[in-house]
């Protein structure tokens, strides 16, 4: 693995970048958040907002929305399939990378992360709008079906990783990992009955992935973390997971973009799943 | 306390103290876009809401739980009419949402008595809110509610040990 270099080194773009290139003819700047006002009290110039929960989870069956659902939210934000979609968001970026992972799901691929998120922005005393864009509708065609089978992952596949013996790897605190707490450090609780992880899952905080100011670590130290420490190989296929699936799609943007895995795949019914659904095996060990 | 049935009528808005019933039914009859505004201006006054310097009170209870990202100070006056005011601190890391509710639970509860306090129910908070933007990671728009209500019932076993 190529130590000095991210596999996917452009899909990182820095905050400066953003300055000068978010209006650009071809650019949209996303925000995505999981402080659900936090976009309405600034934001970058021009950029619009895509609401996790409202924009992108079906508002009845626990899914995604549908192909439909997704054209008219791209064309409704000016959106088309060639349309570089650059996001940004709080939590170093939690929410950012579920947007894209989901924009990914439905098939674009066009997409970058603003290196820092919202809080590196701020810090560098960047300009905040509370202006929202006017984006004239676009054409944005309904996708033929979401990419399920290759970046998506469910109970019966992440079950099967675990029996095969496959890389799982558990995103979560070392505290929900070894079921000491079922909540998130410093969260309420989000209402799951069994602690612990799925048997033969490696604990790698998502946190481990970025720098204080939430930037990505660089080339050598994610390589360290994942393909030496974890034993992570390319020709491996890889589930990722966690609560909800926010800090796995986190940690599936760098295993996927910045180290280059070819094969990971996001579980997004994650431990919530899990925990609650009757039967399935749980380790609590270290 | 008073309990909203799903299939029934929401509570009358005179089961809340009266500055409380009066934001609920400004936030009922606003459409979305100025619900949010609305939410947004009263996180933006939510540092108001800080106890100011010098000011003393009758219960002081600041803590940072586990369950919640930053720490939270309730500051609890009682005037002679046992009525209330309260302040509250927040740290940085809140969600806005929070600060919001924050501001509008210094107005909405300000003069009311203790009781009154700790017969609020909580289901005022969608009805402001908008089922939108409750959600599971906004949760904690509850937790102010919950530790004013707790400073409440700390200042009454404080006062019948005190008579005890």
């Known amino acids: ?286 | 306390m008073n309990k909203a049935c799903p299939d029934s009528e929401p509570p009358a808005s005179s089961e809340y103290p009266p500055k409380l019933a009066a934001i609920v039914s400004l936030f009922e009859g606003l459409p979305e876009d100025e619900k949010r505004e609305t939410l947004i201006s009263y996180a933006d006054q939510a540092a108001r809401c800080a106890p100011a310097s010098g000011e003393t009170f009758d219960l002081e209870d600041v803590r940072k739980v586990e369950e919640c990202t930053d720490t939270v100070g309730i500051f609890l006056k009682v005037g002679s009419s046992r009525q209330v005011h309260f302040r509250v601190s927040l740290g940085p890391q809140v969600q806005i949402l929070t600060k919001a509710m924050t501001s509008i639970l210094c107005r909405g509860l300000d003069s009311s008595t203790i009781e009154q306090v700790l017969e609020v129910p909580a289901d005022f908070v969608p009805r402001i809110v908008g089922g939108q933007l409750v959600r599971v990671r906004s949760q904690t728009v509850y937790y102010v509610l919950t530790r004013i209500k707790s400073a409440c019932r700390a200042f009454l076993n404080r006062e019948r040990a005190a008579a005890g």
């Open chain 1, 1 to 286: 693995m190529n130590q000095n270099a991210y596999a996917n080194p452009d899909v990182l773009v820095s905050t400066d970048w953003v300055a000068h290139h978010g209006s650009d003819p071809g650019i949209r700047v996303i925000e995505s958040n999981e402080d659900v006002l936090l976009y309405d009290t600034g934001h970058i110039p021009g950029a619009v907002h895509i609401d996790w929960h409202t924009d992108l989870n079906d508002p009845l069956v626990r899914d995604y929305v549908s192909p439909e659902a997704f054209a008219r939210l791209c064309s409704r934000h000016g959106i088309t399939p060639e349309t570089t979609c650059v996001f940004y968001g709080d939590k170093a970026n939690w929410w950012a990378c579920y947007a894209l992972w989901v924009f990914r799901l439905f098939g674009h691929t066009n997409v970058k992360i603003m290196n820092g998120g919202r809080d590196k922005w701020i810090a560098e005393g960047r300009e905040l709008t509370r202006q929202k864009p006017s984006c004239p509708p676009s054409q944005y065609p309904v996708a033929p079906r979401r990419l399920d089978d290759e970046i998506r992952a469910f109970a019966d596949e992440a079950l099967a990783q675990s029996k095969a013996g496959k890389p799982l790897i558990d995103v979560r605190s070392p505290g929900e990992y070894k079921g000491v707490i079922t909540h998130m450090p410093e969260y309420p609780q989000e209402g799951v009955l069994r602690g612990g992880h799925i048997p033969g899952a490696k604990s790698v905080p998502w946190k481990t992935a970025v720098n204080e100011d939430g930037t990505f670590k660089s080339p050598g130290e994610l390589a360290k973390i994942y393909s030496e420490n974890c034993g992570l190989l390319k020709d491996q296929e890889i589930i990722a997971y966690c609560r909800i699936g926010e800090r796995s799609s986190h940690t599936w943007f760098v295993l996927t973009y910045l180290l280059g895995y070819p094969s990971v795949r996001n579980y997004d019914g994650s431990w919530t799943e899990w925990g609650n659904r009757v039967r399935m095996p749980i380790d609590r060990s270290d």
